[in-house]
T-cell receptor, first 113, second 115 residues
Framework: DTEVTQTPKHLVMGMTNKKSLKCEQH?????MYWYKQKAKKPPELMFV???????INESVPSRFSPECPNSSLLNLHLHALQPEDSALYLC????????????FGPGTRLTVT | AQSVTQLDSHVSVSEGTPVLLRCNYS??????LFWYVQHPNKGLQLLLK??????LVKGINGFEAEFKKSETSFHLTKPSAHMSDAAEYFC?????????????FGGGTRLMVKP
């Protein structure tokens, strides 16, 4: 099973709302990732968790707050977002070894109004 | 440091004709290379991967890629295009990192398939 699931598929939120994106994998992977993808662009890395610890934060604004409750789950908490944060948010997972591919979820399409 | 250049932002082929998507990379390490495909409003699906074994790599859906170190290339090919191949394709190089695998993406190539 190489499936990464993400919920919700679509999310519309106002600039004062608080919402969360969820990601789950059952492949036993110990690295999990959040990416942001704008239209017609490649994905941009936001965060990396390795063994449930935040290991990389690519200078992401604090209105995005990641959380890794256990080795299978990854959340992204959203608060006070801006319209320019509208994008496809992709979760991925991989083994923690050189050359291991990332497996991506289907993404959450976020619109900030 | 590493980088990936996809030489064509758009490629258009007729159904049943060969596909060639070009990718050149630069890496300080012995690279791991991947091709991913993304259909509209979908996530990225792994097509194939090169990790220093055979230089000709076979992937899903009839795609294959050849690693050429002397040319620093990793071009993606398919003998006969199908309508369902129309999508965005990303060439990706991976750098080792204790925190996980850090991917560098090419800019993407949009493949269009004409009936």
């Amino acid at each position: 099973d190489t499936e990464v699931t993400q919920t919700p598929k679509h999310l519309v939120m106002g600039m004062t709302n608080k919402k969360s994106l969820k990601c789950e994998q059952h492949m036993g992977h110990r690295a999990m990732y959040w990416y942001k993808q704008k239209a017609k662009k490649p994905p941009e890395l936001m965060f990396v968790y390795s063994y449930e610890k935040l290991s990389i934060n690519e200078s992401v604004p604090s209105r995005f707050s990641p959380e890794c409750p256990n080795s299978s789950l990854l959340n992204l908490h959203l608060h006070a977002l801006q319209p320019e944060d509208s994008a496809l948010y992709l979760c991925a997972s991989s083994q923690v070894r050189q050359g291991a591919p990332l497996y991506f979820g289907p993404g959450t399409r976020l619109t900030v109004t | 440091a590493q980088s990936v250049t996809q030489l064509d932002s758009h490629v258009s082929v007729s159904e049943g004709t060969p596909v060639l998507l070009r990718c050149n990379y630069s890496s300080s390490y012995s690279p791991s290379l991947f091709w991913y495909v993304q259909h509209p409003n979908k996530g990225l699906q792994l097509l194939l991967k090169y990790t220093s074994a055979a230089t000709l790599v076979k992937g899903i859906n009839g795609f294959e890629a050849e690693f050429k170190k002397s040319e620093t290339s990793f071009h993606l090919t398919k003998p006969s295009a199908h309508m369902s191949d129309a999508a965005e394709y990303f060439c990706v190089v991976s750098a080792p990192n204790n925190a996980g695998n850090m991917l560098t993406f090419g800019g993407g190539t949009r493949l269009m398939v004409k009936p």
